[in-house]
């Protein structure tokens, strides 16, 4: 009983751990080796016994000595056979408490073993999966799209481009591009030129486009080629008025296939109606009537403009004109060179200073130029370059009064009144400032002329005028020869003041 309950202590630690499960079936494997081994002995045992007893029962037994012999050698077969069955019973002793343990030791490997057996296929299932995923993702089952214009010229450049949605590529995978059905381009996927094709020589009218991937359809795509554009522009001319009137001319784009222009009948196309001689001015350059097949035609008309001439005049002369204050002057019929056709021109103008001072080689410019006679219209002033001089302004006095003086020998003379020049430009800043006079004898006199030699202007505008006297000048000297002697002698000799009373009488 007390081994009963050993071995279930046993067996239960055993089946509570995995490594004391091990450690059991290690030590079965041990009594089984005992057990067998036990056996194995008795087996030998009895058969040596088997052989002895056959060995007495042959030989002769003349004496009982033998017969003895004999009967022990059979003991000991018995013997033999009794230490077989006792091994025999011990080993299978030993098979039954051993499996006992064994079984629980079994049972313990037996769930490790499916716990490792589960992971084992999860993991196999996981990897499955993983494949089966890659593989879809690389046999182009999910649809691509196909991206270009839909419509377009023929002769255009154009492609149109495969989108995969994360496609993964497989050693061996093949695009191939078909149009209405048929194939046109095949080429391994590891190259990125797979994924495009250029629609550049399919014909004029509406195509399918489609995309194959390893033999399975994965885009489709629609479009339209228009035919190709002819543009006929015409080129813009020019020419003078009198001057022939060039030929128009024009450029042709959107040829293929070697197409020219000569071989589309396309020589001679534009034409206008303007003439050498007709007036300036905007002429429409046009095309004729024309057709063609293959091209749908955009035309561009042209234009010629006919140009004003240009006439000049006589420059080599510096325009002059008198200080007004201004910086203008207006010209008046000058006369224009350069005229055609028996055209004759003059001009009228605002001509403009650089400043309104007077001085000398200004520079020029026109302003409101206007030409007049026989077709006008036509002409225009070419550059000139132009100087020219602004002379000061001759102002006037005309108040001028000199004041009589006493005798004193002299010719000097001062003014009582002097006035403004007459003349001056509004608001500019002129006054007489010096006069250089004298009177034209020093004797005593009534009306003795002044004469004027110099007058000086003073003001901020005064060196744009010059003065001139337009009045005669003339004042009194008072006295005598005699008394201004005596009383210069009197001077002289005394060498003291006159005595109020004599200065009066001299006076």
Not at 253 to 282: F, I, M, P, R, Y
Request: charged share 30%; glycine share 10%; aromatic share 6%.
């Amino acid at each position: 009983m007390q081994d009963g309950k050993d071995k279930n202590s046993e067996t239960k630690k055993y089946n509570d751990k995995e490594e004391r499960g091990l450690k059991v079936e290690s030590r079965q494997a041990s009594a089984d080796k005992e057990g067998l081994s036990s056996k194995a002995d008795g087996r030998q045992k009895t058969d040596v016994a088997a052989e002895k007893s056959n060995a007495a029962g042959n030989a002769p037994t003349e004496t009982g000595k033998k017969y003895s012999y004999s009967f022990e050698s059979v003991s000991d077969a018995d013997s033999a056979d009794g230490s077989d069955a006792r091994a025999r019973g011990a080993a299978a002793d030993g098979t039954k408490r051993g499996g006992k343990n064994g079984g629980a030791a079994a049972k313990a490997k037996k769930r490790s073993d499916g716990s490792v057996k589960f992971v084992a296929w999860t993991l196999v299932a996981l990897a499955a999966i993983i494949v089966l995923i890659i593989i879809l993702s690389n046999t182009g089952t999910s649809k691509g799209i196909i991206k270009g214009a839909k419509d377009y010229r023929y002769g255009e450049s154009n492609s149109v481009n495969l989108n995969l949605e994360d496609y993964r590529y497989r050693k061996g995978d093949t695009v191939v591009w078909k149009m209405d059905g048929k194939e046109v381009q095949k080429k391994d996927a590891s190259d990125k030129s797979a994924f495009v094709f250029n629609t550049a020589s399919a014909s004029v009218g509406s195509h399918s486009i489609k995309a194959e991937l390893n033999g399975k359809e994965i885009a489709e795509f629609s479009m339209t080629v228009n035919k190709p554009l002819l543009k006929i522009k015409a080129n813009d001319t020019s020419a003078v008025y009198g001057e022939e009137i060039p030929a128009p001319t024009y450029t042709v784009n959107g040829l293929v296939d070697g197409d020219t222009a000569e071989s589309l009948g396309l020589v001679g196309l534009a034409q206008t109606q303007v003439k050498t001689g007709d007036a300036a001015g905007e002429y429409e350059i046009g095309f004729r009537e024309f057709v063609c097949q293959k091209y749908d035609v955009e035309i561009e008309t042209g234009t010629i403009r006919v140009l004003p001439r240009e006439v000049t005049f006589d420059a080599t002369e510096r325009l002059v004109k008198e200080y007004d204050g201004t910086d203008t002057v207006l010209l008046k019929d000058i006369p224009l060179n350069g005229s055609v056709n028996g055209d004759v021109l003059k001009m009228d103008a605002t001509a403009r200073f650089s400043d309104k001072n007077a001085g000398e080689k200004k520079s020029v410019t026109l302003e409101n130029v206007s030409i007049k006679g026989g077709n006008a219209e036509n002409y225009t002033l070419g550059k000139v370059a132009l100087s020219g001089d602004i002379t000061p302004k001759t102002v006037v006095l005309k108040d001028l009064v000199a004041n009589d003086k006493m005798f004193d020998g002299t010719t000097n003379v001062t003014f009582a009144q002097v006035g403004m020049p007459d003349g001056v430009a509004e608001k500019d800043s002129v006054a007489v400032g010096e006069i250089t006079a004298a009177f034209t004898a020093a004797k005593p006199g009534k009306d003795i002329k002044v004469e004027i030699y110099n007058v000086t202007l003073v003001g901020s505008d005064s060196k744009n005028y010059r003065v001139e006297v337009d009045c005669e000048v003339s004042a009194d000297i008072i006295g005598s020869e005699t008394n201004a002697s005596v009383t210069r002698k009197t001077e002289k000799l005394s060498g003291s003041k006159i005595d109020e009373e004599r200065r009066q009488e001299i006076a």
